[in-house]
């Protein structure tokens, strides 16, 4: 956590005399070539210090303390930004490193307090970062279903104390016993004057007599060690700068490399100081529509989720659409289903549709475990690990006859699948078996969660982040058991199946020494090479190995076999252990990414169900038998995509469960390179220059998470 080399914010550098000194000192190390990993008030700095380079360079020749020489050969700076802030206050990115962890720490506090909170029927006002940004609460009041959220951005309007105290109230009434109410540091009212926690809890004590707390985070949220999620974005938007650096010329501008989406992009750095001072300014001027709009689709989307699933309307208010839904759980459990449920439930009833729970995945379908479910009923499941709906591997095929039974008799109009790979097989079984049942010509979706992350069609599924984080956490414990006994290198198995992606992301966020894993095949000259790369390592000041291996990577290099052959071949250099991480990595509570993740994109995914059908309302029955009615909702590169489950078989190998291309394997380089091993590797990929856009109201609909 926190930065090795160290960080301040320099006074002297802001002055003329101290950028002086800085240029002096760069030429006498011969550096024309800087990194800035900071915010926004590093990289303007950065970039007045590259604007006035020349001039500095003639002043330090006037003084005589370098010569004519130096003046030519270091005529040009380059400068590259990678934006690191907790409170991704930076226009431009989609998730500014360090913004994941914060968010960790956010919400294992909320965690916490939500269990004393429970038992003592009290309301917690909690003050969060973000001194001109509410990022962090808008997204730890997603992922926590808090009551109510104080930002600068979107100031409450006029008489929101009342609204406010009414809603708390009601919650009350609805036998909720918590309420959290998250405060940005920086919130104000629409007048501009600032929202305290103080002021909030004194108002709730005040009108409702509630027993009122107030927790202040302070900055807990900048400590504590990176999540699995920033130590990749950190690694892969370091390797873009060092490209960036490599290609600039003294005519390209200072460049940010930026996340969008999953993708990695280079933006000119003043458009992006530009843009995030715009932001301020249109809040400073009262236009708050358009501050929101500025920050970018990311926290659109996230506000514009917020609202739909934090406040019931009353019955009276809702449409009627007279749909029935349905949503299960398939497949193994991950964490981030409940959060999905709970998303795609409320959306539904929102939308104007009856809600139906499916128990127990297509088989629970089958025997008729089926009820309605209610906006309360799943209130607070954002949190929970697992699956609450309970979640069965179980296909249909075996059972179409008697779930197309019970679609007739709850007269199901909609399904909503979340799942891993079988939810893809049960949706094609169930897209097949329309030409024979009729109850399956209606509109089908399904969402990615599994921790394997193998499903076709996403980059990302739900839960893999949090299984990832275990992997992470647990790796960086054995590091330490190891270092501590000197010369020993720990064998590691995750799960998968045959996807490698936990295997491989984990070795790269734990700095692992290898993966192995079933995508890329390798051999016994390849296992020699890493015992006698860890041989040479033990020479060094690190005495200590961490390898990785996917539980089907290959079927005759098992883990005991590599374990066996790294502890003969490592005889009198280093000793070895290993360790099967197993169920552990199903468990546990779900990280802020894949609640946030799990909420949006069920979100999404129940507003299509809701065009659908009507779209295929005919004379007073719902039919939907073509290919683009069963769909699986997926982040692609840098949006969220809606794809026919039938085109999607190309895509997919079938045998070993995996999509034939995955985007991750572009960084197994990177992850060989931290590991001291020589290799290339590919920058066909790299992001190219583009410039600021604002986007348009509809793009925040298809945006990032």
Known sequence: GGTVIGSARCKSFRTREGRLQAAYNLVQRGITNLCVIGG??????????????????????????????????????????????????????????????????????????????????????????????????????????????????????????????????????????????????????????????????????????????????????????PSAFDRILASRMGVEAVLALLEATPATPACVVSLSGNQAVRLPLMECVQMTQEVQKAMDEGRFVEAVRLRGRSFENNLNTYKLLSHKKPDAELPKSNFNVAVLNVGAPAAGMNAAVRAAVRVGITEGHKMFAVIDGFEGFAKGKIKEISWGDVGGWTGQGGSILGTKRTLPAKYLEKIADQMRTNNINALMVIGGFEAYLGLLELSAAREKYDEFCVPMVMVPATVSNNVPGSDFSIGADTALNTITDTCDRIKQSASGTKRRVFIIETMGGYCGYLANMGALAAGADAAYIFEEQFDIRELQANVEHLTEKMKTSIQRGLVLRNENCNENYTTDFIYQLYSEEGKGVFDCRKNVLGHMQQGGAPSPFDRNFGTKISAKAMQWISKKLKETYRKGKVFANTDDSVCLLGMCRRNLVFQPVAELKTETDFVHRIPKEQWWLKLRPLMKILAKYKTSYDVSDSGQLEHVAMHSPKEAETGAI
């Open 40 to 225: 926004d008030g590093s990289l303007t700095g950065a970039n007045l210090f590259r604007e006035e380079w020349s001039g500095l360079l003639e002043e330090l020749a006037q003084k005589g303390k370098i010569d004519e020489e130096a003046v030519k050969k270091y005529a040009y700076l380059n400068i590259v930004g990678m934006v690191g802030s907790i409170d991704n206050d930076f226009c431009g990115t989609d998730m500014t490193i360090g913004t994941d962890s914060a968010l960790h720490r956010i919400i294992e506090v909320v965690d916490a307090i939500m269990t004393t909170a429970q038992s003592h029927q009290r309301t917690f006002v909690l003050e969060v970062m973000g001194r001109h940004c509410g990022y962090l609460a808008l997204v730890s009041a997603l992922a926590c279903g808090a009551d109510w959220v104080f930002i600068p951005e979107y100031p409450p309007e006029e008489g929101w104390e009342d609204s406010m105290c009414v809603k708390l109230s009601e919650n009350r009434a609805r036998k909720k016993r918590l309420n959290i109410i998250i405060v940005a540091e920086g919130a104000i009212d629409c007048h501009n004057k600032p929202i305290t926690s103080e002021k909030v809890k004194d108002l709730v004590v005040q009108r409702l007599g509630f027993d009122t707390r107030v927790t202040i985070l302070g900055h807990v949220q900048r400590g504590g060690t």
